[in-house]
Nanobody, 119 residues
Framework: QVQLRESGGGLVQPGGSLRLSCTAS????????MGWYRQAPGKQRELVAA???????NYADLVKGRFTISRDNAKNTVYLQMNNLKPEDTAVYYC?????????????WGQGTQVTVSS
């Protein structure tokens, strides 16, 4: 069974930085795209950033220039470096990965990690 485990969330002041990590474990044959989504209270889950296996990236307009997504394929891990954080970045951040687990390609989700930006 495949699991995604996130870490790195927390409370930070406006203008501060956080780095999120997400590691996939279990029966993994191949990981294609990986990404980060977020969901604020009362809002729909939205894409923050995504990265392909070969490193092509895509960002939501609201985070361009502030957030950087990267991955380490050898460690089955994706990162999200978040700089110049704003109160509107407050949300639960979820890791997502398209994984071939031996039975086929499936989208897996992490349990989420809370990011709170407040003074």
């Amino acid at each position: 069974q495949v699991q995604l485990r996130e870490s790195g969330g927390g409370l930070v002041q406006p203008g501060g930085s956080l780095r999120l990590s997400c590691t996939a474990s279990g029966r993994i044959f191949f990981i294609d795209a990986m990404g980060w989504y977020r969901q604020a209270p009362g809002k729909q889950r939205e894409l923050v950033a995504a990265i392909t296996r070969v490193g092509s990236t895509n960002y939501a307009d609201l985070v361009k220039g502030r957030f950087t997504i990267s991955r380490d394929n050898a460690k089955n891990t994706v990162y999200l470096q978040m700089n110049n954080l704003k109160p509107e970045d407050t949300a639960v951040y979820y890791c997502n990965a398209d994984i071939h687990d031996g039975l086929g390609n499936r989208a897996y989700w992490g349990q989420g990690t809370q990011v709170t930006v407040s003074s």
